[in-house]
């Protein structure tokens, strides 16, 4: 197994960055020639998602929409950050993006992004590749 951890700062309670240049510096570090990775966040309050990289309001209405999800329920949590571990479990942790001819099979518009639920902080993603 081939891994690497990379460490981001995220600047905002909800924000989405766009990470997929280092998981393309991955694929092309370790001559990833086909197959595919493994981009998981350990963390309950963040997630990853792959969307559009072309258009920033994209990410702009997808954030703006996303505070807006679970506003109204009753928190119990000592944090107070339950919208975060809730958002965090409907958008998952986890991605699995597939490799061929050394280059990650995304689509033309598609980014791979790590999406901050709780920030800002100091947060780490993984990327694994079993080959």
């Not at 020639?33 to 963040?46: K, L, M, W």
Request: with cysteine; hydrophobic share 40%; charged share 20%.
């Amino acid at each position: 197994m081939i891994k690497k951890q990379v460490t981001i700062k995220t600047n905002c309670k909800i924000e989405m960055t766009d990470i997929t240049a280092s998981i393309n510096d991955f694929v092309k570090e370790n001559n990833i020639i086909s197959g595919h990775i493994t981009v998981f966040v350990p963390h309950t309050t963040a997630g990853i998602t792959i969307n559009e990289n072309c258009d920033p309001d994209v990410q702009y209405d997808l954030n703006a929409a996303i505070q807006t999800i679970f506003t109204n329920i009753n928190i119990k949590h000592f944090e107070g950050n339950s919208q975060a571990h809730l958002l965090s479990s409907l958008i998952g942790v986890s991605q699995d993006i597939f490799i061929d001819d050394n280059k990650l099979l995304l689509g033309r518009w598609q980014g791979v992004y790590f999406w901050e639920f709780d920030g800002p902080r100091t947060r780490q993603f993984n990327i694994f590749y079993e080959g």
